[in-house]
């Protein structure tokens, strides 16, 4: 089970981890991060930047060491990484690397109530989807191919493991699509029949509680 952190929006562990190379004022952090496009790798809200970066200051994890002043702009202050934050992202990482997570998937969210939609469409649906991914993942392909030509792979593993996740989403919601496609998924009769004569969910239920219909067992 994951720890409470002091500062627990991933953002932090992003800061932290880019502080870690050197001091930087808040500009430079935000720069450094979308340039490395961070915002692929975990959910970043870029306008919490000014409110985690003074958490992580509140806790002990940075301290200011300067600041500068470029013309008429405002001054800029400059953070660094405290010993107490260097330990602070050693653990994190260790956790995040060793520690399985569940974590919320849009997907998922649309797979857990897919009976609402009629089979044919969810066919369609699916082969829709199918099309994007086969897009992303040619994408992410030629890009971790350029990367691993001037970048060590300790520095794009995470797109690596971001690219395995999309192809085996795309083989999982293939082998459904043609499941369905041939009929073979359990219970399409019962499925087909919910929109064509517009039975409830909660009519299926009492239907298989009297014994009137048997789910398959299939698999």
Excluded: C
């Amino acid at each position: 089970m994951a720890k409470k952190r002091k500062v627990g929006n991933l953002l932090a562990l992003a800061v932290l981890a880019v502080l870690f190379e050197r001091p930087m004022h808040r500009y430079e952090i935000a720069a450094t991060l979308k340039q490395r496009g961070k915002e692929r790798d975990m959910d970043i809200k870029w306008g919490s930047l000014y409110t985690v970066v003074q958490n992580l200051e509140k806790h002990g994890f940075l301290e200011v060491v300067g600041s500068e002043r470029d013309g008429a702009r405002p001054e800029r202050i400059i953070y660094r990484i405290t010993e107490a934050g260097r330990a602070e992202l050693d653990d994190w990482t260790r956790e995040l690397v060793a520690t399985p997570e569940p974590e919320h998937h849009r997907f998922v969210a649309g797979l857990s109530i897919l009976g609402l939609l009629p089979p044919d469409d969810v066919i369609a649906l699916l082969s829709e989807r199918l099309r994007r991914l086969e897009t992303i993942i040619a994408g992410e392909r030629e890009s971790i191919a350029a990367q691993r030509a001037v970048i060590p792979r300790l520095f794009i593993v995470e797109s690596e493991f971001q690219l395995a996740m999309l192809e085996a989403e795309a083989r999982w919601a293939a082998a459904l699509r043609d499941e369905l496609t041939a009929g073979a998924f359990p219970d399409m009769d019962l499925w087909r029949r919910m929109h064509a004569e517009g039975v409830e969910p909660a009519e299926i239920v009492e239907m298989v509680e009297r014994g009137d219909f048997t789910l398959s067992t299939d698999t």
